[in-house]
């Protein structure tokens, strides 16, 4: 079958990136009228062009969520023209590098996936930014993180895939996203032999799935509903907590078995279900001016419990569940808290991951 037919059969019509390849619809309706601000004048922010940089590609979650916000937010504030800027490199840390070096004058504005609070996590090397310096307008969505097999897969179940001593093919976008990370840190806390194999777009990781060319890949309910409809298509193991159709909430919860099992790894599990509760976040940069930091706050915050975004946000399945700045900046103060030390614990758990993905689990701990 054609990379089309494979395309057509899981997130294609009418999925986010079919709702953007139509045209923009949604958006040019939410653009068509600028209100009044009831809550206050923004001085700071009217008649100015400001740049909000996307830490993803054109057309993913990251990028229409972004998109729906600025409209709504320049329907708010008198002239204020908020231009999208696609910068994919790295997972988004290219994008918190130049966050990091922007003026704090409220002209750049950042939302990305959980890549860049991962590489600081993990003290990677090239890691220009420090996201507990930045000004935090707060969080829109959260979403339940679960993995998924196909019809090519080789298992029934969870306890199927632990008890299998052949490695487990998962389709991945990059060895820098977050899917990579979980499942090879899943390894290390689990003792199974999941191998992601980067280098799939959004929409061909589930074709690959759905065809049998892999056995597995991580969704998140409710972005990715239409993937849990595909023919042979079934959810193994919860990664996260939170709403997921009736039929597969009895899944494994990756918190329970590590509780259970090796309660040293805990704070993995913490930091993975922290990465699915702050989805969508919006951040400024560092030293941003206090009175053009709480006039973004408090335009954010409008603008998410506003029916009308949230009637808008919810058309393109976001789960929305928003969070103020203030929430946010100590969520993720509480993740990278103590940071060197985590930083380890969390490196090692990786290379053991990383082990285990190539059968050598004799490297580590689950020999």
């Excluded at 829109?140 to 008890?163: C, I, Q, W």
Aim: some cysteine; aromatic content about 8%; charged content about 20%.
């Amino acid at each position: 079958m054609s990379r089309a037919g494979l395309v057509r059969i899981t997130r294609t019509a009418p999925s986010r990136r079919w709702f953007l390849a139509g045209s923009a619809a949604l958006l040019g309706v939410a653009g068509l009228r600028r209100r009044a601000n009831a809550a206050g004048s923004y001085a700071q922010l009217s008649n100015r062009t400001v740049t909000l940089l996307v830490g993803a590609g054109v057309g993913g979650g990251y990028d229409l969520c972004a998109r729906l916000l600025a409209q709504h937010m320049e329907q708010q504030v008198p002239g204020l023209r908020i231009e999208i800027k696609n910068v994919s490199q790295a997972s988004g840390k290219l994008a918190a590098k130049m966050l990091q070096e922007s003026p704090g004058d409220g002209s750049v504005l950042l939302t990305a996936g959980p890549g860049p609070l991962t590489a600081q996590l993990l003290q990677e090397e090239g890691v220009a930014f420090d996201m507990r310096q930045w000004g935090w307008l707060g969080k829109v969505a959260a979403e339940t993180s679960v993995f998924v097999k196909g019809p090519g897969a080789d298992f029934a179940n969870f306890a199927g895939l632990r008890a299998k001593r052949t490695t487990t093919s998962m389709s991945a976008t990059s060895t820098a996203s977050g899917a990579y990370h979980q499942a090879v840190w899943c390894n290390a806390l689990l003792g199974i032999h999941i191998k992601p194999v980067p280098g799939y777009k959004s929409v061909e990781r589930d074709a690959a799935v759905v065809q049998g060319e892999v056995m597995i890949t991580s969704e998140s309910w409710p972005t990715d509903s239409q993937m849990f409809e595909s023919p042979g298509v079934d959810v193994f193991l919860r990664l996260s907590p939170g709403e997921l159709p009736e039929k597969y909430r009895d899944r494994p919860l990756l918190a329970d078995l590590v509780s259970a099992e090796r309660p040293s790894f805990m704070p993995i599990v913490r930091f993975i279900e922290v990465s699915e509760q702050i989805q969508r976040w919006f951040a400024a940069p560092p030293n941003t001016d206090p009175a053009v930091l709480s006039e973004w706050r408090e335009l954010f915050d409008a603008v998410s419990a506003s029916p009308g975004f949230r009637s808008d946000i919810g058309k393109l399945n976001f789960a929305v569940a928003p969070a103020t700045g203030a929430e946010v900046t100590e969520q993720i103060g509480a993740a990278l808290a103590d940071n060197e030390k985590q930083s380890k614990v969390f490196q090692a758990a990786l290379d053991c991951g990383k082990a285990m993905a190539d059968n050598m689990e004799a490297s580590c701990a689950h020999s």
